[in-house]
């Protein structure tokens, strides 16, 4: 077997979750889930079905990232794979909502980071072998990263 390394930076603005899920209905629950949890964003969700027509579902109030999930969906081409793309909003506000959601199987990834996606092929389908999410660490927080970070989730409203 072959393994693919799919590469996406998408610039540090836009926000991805990147999960499995295993039912048509995926893609309209959770777009229901995003737009009632933080109705300002702007988003776009993308499904890849790995039976019956085998299309690429989505929905969205964005075309840019309407454009850029359904892209990624294709060249991943992983069955029961789904990406929600988000700006003016954060994974962390709906990410309970989402590893919830009846359909949804497991999440690879929640980042504003560069990622890449690592798949495979077999049996006429493609999966998902692992995410590299961002850069390694380059050492260890000193005491002012600490007040840093404290500050940042302050800033960010996550912390008094």
């Given at each position: ?57 989505y929905q969205s109030n964005d075309e840019e990232l309407e454009k850029k999930a359904i ?90």
């Amino acid at each position: 077997m072959e393994i693919k390394a799919h590469y996406f930076d998408l610039g540090g603005e836009i926000n991805m979750i990147f999960g499995q899920s295993h039912f048509i209905k995926t893609v309209d629950d959770l777009a229901e889930i995003v737009g009632a949890s933080i109705p300002q964003s702007k988003y776009a969700i993308a499904f890849n079905e790995a039976s019956g027509d085998a299309l690429i579902r989505y929905q969205s109030n964005d075309e840019e990232l309407e454009k850029k999930a359904i892209e990624m969906m294709q060249t991943t081409a992983c069955g029961h794979t789904f990406i929600i793309l988000l700006k003016n909003a954060f994974p962390i506000q709906i990410m309970a909502k989402v590893k919830a959601c009846d359909e949804v199987a497991r999440i690879f990834c929640a980042t504003a980071n560069p990622v890449t996606i690592l798949t495979t092929e077999a049996n006429n389908g493609a999966g998902v072998i692992g995410v590299i999410d961002g850069v390694s660490p380059k050492g260890v927080e000193s005491d002012s990263d600490k007040i840093a970070r404290r500050d940042l989730l302050k800033r960010f409203g996550y912390k008094f």
